[in-house]
């Protein structure tokens, strides 16, 4: 059972958050000879897996889709190995305070998990702050390894090429669209806007013509983490010629650009014109579950900017189960500034699961991860919850791109995708991206002025020689 231990104040050191938070964390006695190394001494030694595997994961607001998934595999886990048993440790918090706890119990063997669920952006950090253990050992005498796209795999890999986490499924971001307030206003239920103009003149239309609805949701503000930096700032900021965060060639963080005002100049002509969502609402910890489980299953909401996966909150296992949507939303992919380029962008995430350092049952974990990750496990959570596959024998089966109608639209897009730049500094790279928007939104600074803060916060954070102007 997970217990509250503690309340303190805890400046995230590895990812650069802050945050008030209580650590959950099951209490165990401490492993101070080998805490990582193995289940218990039999299973060290004879290849039994035997034991209590603890598993953090952070669960979405009411949706239960991933413990119910876990629920089944613990079962047949159990079955196969009935010395073994699974206690889940589901967080629920918002993303900032989840990526907290997590690494807040990490740090200790009589806290940490066995097995953890972590976003690759934040993977590197951990990486970074001594948190995880390699896994290249294990997956070297895994059949399975064979099937993973390279691109995932890389999504879990350190700078020193060795690979700390198994992905689960990838993810894509684009439009959602309610075709019936569309068609209330007169717009084309077949809508694809060409440029961020189109977005805004629709928006325009249906605050003109659907009264009493937001039209327009773009993820802005610390509250909502990650969800701002990627959904929402990323979204923009790659959608023109030049937008970087990351600049390849001399490997240095991209500060003090033209791309960068244009993406913050978006956010101020939706928030000044009224057309998105108030600040108060924007910035609540629970704003992105709100969107997915009540503004648009409610058709309180127009337009949205978001996640390939949303649809997961509206089937009948869901937890804002939804009949109609299907019919109720479109989708259109997110165009770049002015149509430049392919004309489209959208940014690629994911999450894996993970062995902390501290682990006190690795070898049971390896064994409940690999279960997970094959091709049945992962068929069956990328359609429960609408994830992108990353095992190609998963994307080849035909009943994964039957189980959802948007599971070929988001699909196709992942040849445009873009990937963050991963690196440790990013969680803190990320969370001013965060604070930059919210600046806007909020009115306490122009375009102009977040950006400089942006920039300000980059070169305290990687040092100048660091930075590049493109």
């Known amino acids: 059972m997970r217990t509250e231990m503690r309340r303190r104040e805890f400046i ?3 990812a650069g958050l802050g945050a008030a938070v209580g650590l959950a964390a099951c209490g165990k006695s401490e492993n101070t000879t080998n805490p990582g190394a193995a289940a218990s001494g039999s299973a060290a030694s004879s290849g039994e897996v035997t034991g209590e595997v603890k598993v953090t994961f952070q669960q979405f607001g009411n949706s239960k889709v991933q413990a119910n998934f876990l629920n089944g595999w613990a079962k047949k886990f159990t079955a196969a190995h009935p010395q073994a048993t699974v ?3 589901p967080i629920t918090a918002s993303e900032n305070d989840y990526y907290t706890k997590l690494q807040l119990s990490m740090r200790s063997p009589r806290t940490a998990p066995d097995m953890c669920y972590e976003d690759t952006f934040l993977i590197n950090s951990d990486i970074a702050a001594g948190y995880l253990t390699a896994l290249d050992d294990r997956i070297s005498s895994w059949p399975d390894w064979s099937q993973f796209k390279d691109t995932a795999k890389t999504a879990a890999q350190a700078l020193d090429g060795k690979t700390y986490g198994i992905p689960d499924g990838t993810d894509v971001r684009a439009l959602w669209f309610n075709k019936k307030m569309f068609e209330k ?3 084309p239920a077949d809508w694809q806007p060409k440029s961020w103009n189109d977005i805004i003149t629709a928006a325009q239309t249906i605050k003109q013509k659907v009264p009493g609805v ?4 773009v993820y802005a503000g610390t509250g909502v983490g990650e969800a701002a930096s990627m959904q929402g700032f990323e979204m923009l900021l790659y959608g023109n010629p030049t937008g970087n965060l990351w600049d390849k060639q001399s490997q240095k963080w991209v500060v003090d650009s033209k791309a960068f005002t244009d993406a913050l100049t978006a ?4 928030w000044s014109q009224g057309l998105g969502p108030t600040p108060q609402q ?7 579950n709100t969107v997915a489980q009540e503004l648009l299953p409610q058709q309180k909401l127009a337009i949205d900017l978001d996640g390939s996966w949303l649809s997961n909150n509206w089937l009948p296992s869901g937890a804002a189960p939804w009949p109609e949507w299907h019919t109720t939303l479109g989708n259109a992919y997110m165009p770049t500034q002015n149509g430049e380029g392919s004309g489209k962008v959208t940014m690629s995430g994911g999450w894996t699961w993970a062995i902390p350092k501290n682990a006190q049952n690795a070898n049971a974990a390896w064994e409940f991860i690999k279960m997970l990750t094959s091709k049945e496990g992962e068929l069956e959570y990328d359609i429960k919850n609408v994830q992108i596959p990353v095992r190609t024998d998963v994307a080849k ?3 994964y791109v039957k189980a959802n109608p948007t599971n070929a639209f988001f699909s196709d897009l992942v040849e445009s995708t873009i990937y963050r730049p991963a690196y440790p500094a990013y969680a803190k790279i990320s969370l001013l991206l965060q604070q930059a928007t919210e600046k806007v939104i909020t009115k306490t600074a122009t375009p102009d002025a977040a950006a400089k803060f942006y920039t300000d916060g980059v070169i305290q954070i990687v040092g100048q020689d660091k930075t590049t102007t493109i």
């Open 12 to 14: 995230l050191t590895a």
């Open 87 to 89: 206690k889940l440790q």
């Open 185 to 187: 206003a007169g717009l």
């Open 214 to 217: 937001i039209p327009l949701n």
């Open 267 to 270: 956010y101020e002509q939706v």
């Open 282 to 288: 924007a910035l609540a910890p629970t704003w992105t």
């Open 397 to 399: 089966d035909p009943s």
